[in-house]
C-alpha cells in the first residue's frame, strides 16, 4: 500500500498515564527516522481513523488510552486489511486507580473489546519494579537471532492472553502483584509471561513488546505524587533491549526485508 515512489505512512500515537511519553514519543520517532521512506503523523491517542484509512504501519507507547467503539472497528480494520502494528509497554491496559479515601488498588477492567483480541492480550498486573531475566523464547527468528538472555528493570507483565500467539522471548514469575485487584492470577499461574510476540490477525500482524517503562518526576502528579525526585529510563538504558526494538521498527516498516 505504500504511496508514489514507495513512500510508507506511519501513524505514532504515544500518550497516556504515568510514564515519560515525551521521551518515549523522541526515541520511537528517532528509531523511525532511521526508515528515509517512512513519514509520521503522531497523535496522543485513537482519533486517528481517517489517518489509519491510508497508512501502511502503526506505533503505539500509551497507558490507559481507551479505544471508542468506533476507532476499535478502525484499530481491528486496519490490521485485517493487512496493515501492521508494533506495540509497546502498555498499549493493551485499561486501569482504573484507587478510589478516593478507598484501598490502594488498581483495577484492570475489559474494555478493550476486539482490540484485545487484535493484540493478543490485555494487560491485568505488575510486580513492583525491579530487575529481572528476560529469556529467548525462539533463538531461530530473526527478530532475536544471536540475543542471549539478559536483566532489564521494568515492569514485567502479567495478561491475560488471547489467540495463538508467536511467543520470542519470555519472562518467568509467579508470586504477589501487590496493589493490583487481580494479583492472584500471577500468584497461582506459572505459566511464561510473554514480553516479545507476533499476533496475526486477518491479512495483518501485531508485534507487542512489553518492554519501555520510562517515568520523569512529574508523571505521577494524578496520583498525589508532585515529584517522584527521579527519573525512570528503564529499559530504554539496555543493549539488548534497544537492538531488538530496531528490529521490531524495521520488520514493521519492511516485513521481508
Known sequence: MAGPAGRLDAVLVCGGRWHDFDYARLRLLELLGEHPRVRTTVFQDYDCVAALEGADLMVTYTCDVRPSPAERAALARFVERGGRWLALHGTNSVIEPPASGGPRVFTTPRLLGEVAVVLGSQFLAHPPIEPYEVRVTRPGHPLVAGIEPF??????????????????????????????????????????????????????????????????????????????????????????????????????????G
Do not use: I, K
Request: charged residues 25%; contains cysteine.
Open 151 to 256: 536483566t532489564v528493570t521494568d515492569e514485567l507483565y502479567v495478561c491475560e492472553l488471547h489467540g495463538e500467539l508467536e511467543v520470542l522471548l519470555h519472562a518467568e514469575y509467579t508470586g504477589p502483584c501487590r496493589g493490583f485487584d487481580e494479583s492472584g492470577t500471577a500468584a497461582t499461574d506459572n505459566a511464561p509471561r510473554p514480553v516479545l510476540y507476533l499476533n496475526r490477525y486477518g491479512l495483518g500482524e501485531v508485534c507487542y513488546f512489553t518492554l519501555g517503562h520510562c517515568r520523569g518526576r512529574y508523571d505521577m502528579q494524578d496520583l498525589g505524587v508532585a515529584d517522584t525526585r527521579r527519573v525512570d529510563r528503564g529499559p530504554w538504558e539496555t543493549p539488548e533491549f534497544l537492538t531488538v526494538l530496531r528490529r521490531c521498527v524495521a520488520r514493521t516498516v519492511l516485513p521481508h
